[in-house]
């Protein structure tokens, strides 16, 4: 845990949010600012700064955010409709917040960029 890092602190309960999943792993919690009818933001418990940083280690971790993603997804009713999973690596690829996060979308048409 780094604590500096929000994500690490809404993962701890120090910070709140609208948590939706969580387990020893990763916690799932809405978007404070949803840009999609759907915006959750999946993330690891462990302070990973961005995609970059990920080692063999962590391929476990992947896997599972990806199912985590899915089964909320599909509890949403979006596995039929579809979704995006986005995740915005470093200044030029979008990435605001420094802990490694994945964003599930969706409930509208989203383009093909944005
Ligand atoms: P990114 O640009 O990929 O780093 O995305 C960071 C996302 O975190 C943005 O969509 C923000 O709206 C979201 N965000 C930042 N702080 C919070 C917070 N305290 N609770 C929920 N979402 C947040
Ligand atoms: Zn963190």
């Not at 302070?47 to 971790?61: N, R």
């Not at 909320?72 to 690829?93: H, M, S």
Request: charged fraction near 20%.
């Amino acid at each position: 845990m780094s604590a500096e890092c929000i994500f690490c602190q809404i993962a701890a309960g120090k910070v709140p949010a609208e948590v939706v999943y969580q387990d020893e792993q990763v916690v799932a919690f809405k978007d404070i600012r949803p840009v999609a009818p759907v915006h959750i933001l999946i993330i690891p418990r462990k302070h990973i700064p961005d995609l970059t940083a990920i080692t063999p280690e962590d391929k476990e971790l992947l896997g599972h955010i990806h199912l985590v993603a899915v089964q909320i997804a599909r509890e949403l009713g979006l596995t039929e409709r579809g979704f995006r999973l986005v995740n915005n690596c470093k200044d030029e690829g979008g990435q605001v917040v420094y802990h490694l996060h994945f964003h599930l979308l969706g409930g509208r048409q989203l383009r093909i960029l944005g």
